[in-house]
């Protein structure tokens, strides 16, 4: 109970709503005394002067005209005041009331002379009074002063009003920070639930979005994007691994057998030198598989992405042709490459080369003899297109997945040579870029396409 | 060729030195990089090969930096286990000048740092090319044998001004895609090879005699006699 207690207290939303209702609190305190002090005081200045210039007057008069006259004055501006607050008060020196509206010598008014606070009985009740003593020649004690209870029940109320605006404020606080705890604790928690889970080992666990577009759905979408990144890379891993398992250990095997062999028999030296350089090719294709390996896992990284720089799509597809076509030709394949336009993208341009010419070194390994391969650009709305077509065997629609996979050779293309990273090569690339490869019939044969967004008109240097 | 290595793995370090020398080259050796760097810096030498990473503080990058920082062009050859694309531009940048992945091939090794040495050599910027009575024109941008005009696809051309650049050196497959080409990937197929024979079928019709040569196991080599 007390850790709930305790973690209650720690909760940052309450916190938060605390603080908020405090801030409120004092601002609105500031604001009203800041007003309080200003109209306030002005009243109290206002009402100091009126009596002060009605005492004078009346001091004056009593010099002028001796104490009937003052008596007379007296009398006059009692029955002269007209809001009735005005207060006047003439006694002897005993302080026994000569003249006045106040039927006794206020207590809390002693003897001396000056400015005075005091409740005044007027009309059967307490009021309260500002008031100014004088001592006029002949020891005349003369009182003047004003009703200012009004003005002090109003200030009373205030303050109430005061002190009620403030526990309200802090109970909406509290009850808004308690609310808006519930509402960011859901989320949070889901968060957080989402994240234990997968570290528990659950990769395909995602934030929970409420759909409603806000900061929270924003940063649910953000995580679950770096989720399926992070799944992605394992994905890489663990398909790397099974890849040296599979494929890397198969040619190593062959080669140690090899050297073994070598060893068991010592043939005579020109026939081991043979064995010797078929080892070596085998540890070269080896070494191939591993570069290539290596490649796919910087590139799945998304490291490359930092070297991006506008690339004319046109000049890299020109370019893989020239390098491949001679080859094409050699291998007795028809080869067709069109590409006099200019496109922009964003890319690595050594990468889309690598991409552009697997996809054209697999189709003309699968052309047959007499075939013929294309090599195309095309514009396709936002995206430009990178179609490479043969007339080969092409690949059944439920292996066209497959064949994306690492590792993944058809049983077409087992006498083919090559290690089966080409394609994942190809559609690797097409993610980095934020493409994608797509493999379709052309009827007959095989029309892979890397598709890529275009750089757009906009940010592209005039 | 008077050659400094600077290698700490000792069978590598043994593998490159019994090249070297049986190619008749003076080789060098430092195991460390500080060994190494006193070395590079109080002796003359042709070229150096330096590994990436070394032991003892002052690595292979430290090493180029400080050469090149005290105004010393020696060509540099770095080899690294490192195959990323940013490891390669930074060894470049470093002050490298060129940069070989391992593992490697003694041939490839030794292919480029001829090539190196010979970059060195040649810094006035030459119009004409001769091999024996195969000539290009570098401004015309035209070719001839024995005086007969020889017409070239403009990556051949290319291609033949880079082999006779470096004639009588050996070429190597990935020297010609990322100097030709400047294609830093493995094509999967022979595209080199098929455009050397055509390129040949061009420049060697009989009844001249051959220029261009297949050296097994290592490249090419455009050479005028033999």
């Known amino acids: 109970m007390a850790s709930a207690g305790a973690s209650f207290l720690r909760s940052a939303s309450l916190r938060l709503a605390l603080a908020f209702a405090a801030l409120f609190v004092f601002c609105s305190s500031l604001l009203v005394g800041a007003l309080w002090w200003t109209t306030s005081g002005y009243l109290d200045r206002e009402t100091n002067a009126v009596i002060a210039a009605e005492a004078n007057a009346l001091a004056d008069q009593s010099r002028a005209v001796g104490l009937p006259g003052l008596v007379d004055a007296v009398r006059r501006r009692i029955a002269e005041s007209r809001d009735d607050k005005a207060i006047y008060l003439l006694a002897d020196p005993a302080l026994r009331p000569l003249v006045g509206n106040l039927a006794a010598w206020p207590l809390q008014v002693g003897r001396a002379e000056g400015w005075w606070e005091a409740d005044v009985e007027r009309n059967g009740a307490l009021r309260r009074a500002r008031l100014v003593h004088f001592v006029l020649p002949g020891s005349l004690q003369l009182l003047v002063g004003r009703d200012i209870q009004d003005r002090v029940e109003v200030r009373q109320a205030i303050l109430e009003a005061l002190v009620w605006a403030g526990a309200l404020a802090v109970l909406i606080g509290a009850v808004a920070g308690l609310v808006f705890r519930r509402l960011v604790l859901a989320r949070i928690a889901a968060i957080g639930a989402t994240a234990g889970a997968i570290m528990r080992g659950d990769l395909r666990q995602r934030v929970p979005t409420a759909g409603s577009g806000d900061e929270f759905d924003a940063l649910a979408g953000t995580i679950n994007d770096m989720l399926a990144q992070i799944e992605r890379l394992i994905d890489g891993v663990r398909n790397v691994s099974n890849a040296i398992a599979h494929d890397l250990r198969t040619p190593l095997a062959e080669t140690r057998g090899r050297l073994e062999d070598l060893l068991r028999h010592r043939p005579a030296p020109d026939a081991a030198f043979a064995e010797v350089e078929e080892a070596v090719a085998d540890i070269d294709r080896l070494i191939g598989t591993f570069n290539a390996l290596l490649r796919l896992a910087e590139i799945d990284s998304g490291v490359r992405r930092a070297g991006f720089v506008r690339v004319d799509l046109g000049d890299v597809v020109r370019s893989v042709g020239d390098l491949y076509a001679p080859a094409a030709e050699a291998r007795g394949v028809r080869f067709a490459g069109a590409a006099n336009v200019s496109v922009a993208v964003d890319g690595d341009p050594s990468l889309l080369a690598q991409a552009i010419g697997n996809l054209v070194d697999n189709a003309v390994k699968y052309a047959p003899s007499g075939g013929q391969v294309t090599l195309g650009l095309a514009l396709d709305g936002d995206a430009v297109r990178v179609v490479v077509r043969d007339d080969g065997p092409g690949i059944p629609d439920a292996d066209k997945p497959k064949v994306v996979a690492r590792f993944y050779r058809g049983d077409a293309s087992r006498s083919a040579p090559g290690v089966g990273l080409g394609l994942s090569l190809v559609a690797a690339v097409a993610a980095l870029h934020g493409g994608r490869l797509e493999l379709a019939d052309a009827h007959p044969g095989l029309a892979a396409s890397l598709v890529l967004p275009r750089r757009s008109v906009a940010d592209s240097p005039a | ?226």
């Open chain 2, 1 to 226: 060729m008077k050659i400094l290595l600077i290698e700490d793995n000792a069978r590598v370090a043994q593998f490159v030195l019994k090249g070297l020398r049986e190619g008749g080259h003076v080789a060098d050796h430092a195991a460390t990089g500080r060994d190494g760097l006193f070395m590079a810096s109080s002796e003359r030498y042709d070229a150096i090969i330096l590994d990436r990473m070394l032991p003892g503080g002052v690595d292979g990058l430290t090493i180029v930096s400080a050469l090149r920082a005290a105004g010393d062009r020696t060509p540099v050859m770095i080899l690294s286990a490192l195959s990323d694309v940013d490891e390669r531009i930074r060894g470049l940048k470093a002050g490298g000048d060129d940069y070989l992945t391992k593992p490697f091939a003694f041939g490839e090794l030794a292919a480029r740092l001829d090539a190196l040495a010979r970059r060195a050599q040649a810094v006035s910027a030459q119009t004409a090319l001769a091999v024996g009575d195969l000539r290009m024109d570098l401004l015309k941008r035209e070719v001839t044998r024995a005086g007969a005009a020889i017409e070239l696809q403009p990556r051949e051309f290319k291609l033949l001004e880079y082999l006779m650049r470096h004639s009588g050196q050996v070429v190597t497959r990935t020297m010609l895609l990322e100097n030709v080409w400047d294609y830093h990937f493995d094509p999967q197929t022979n595209v080199i090879d098929v455009h050397i024979s055509n390129l040949r079928r061009k420049i060697d019709a009989p009844p001249n005699k051959p220029l261009l040569k297949t050296i097994r196991n290592a490249g090419y080599m455009l050479n005028a006699d033999g």
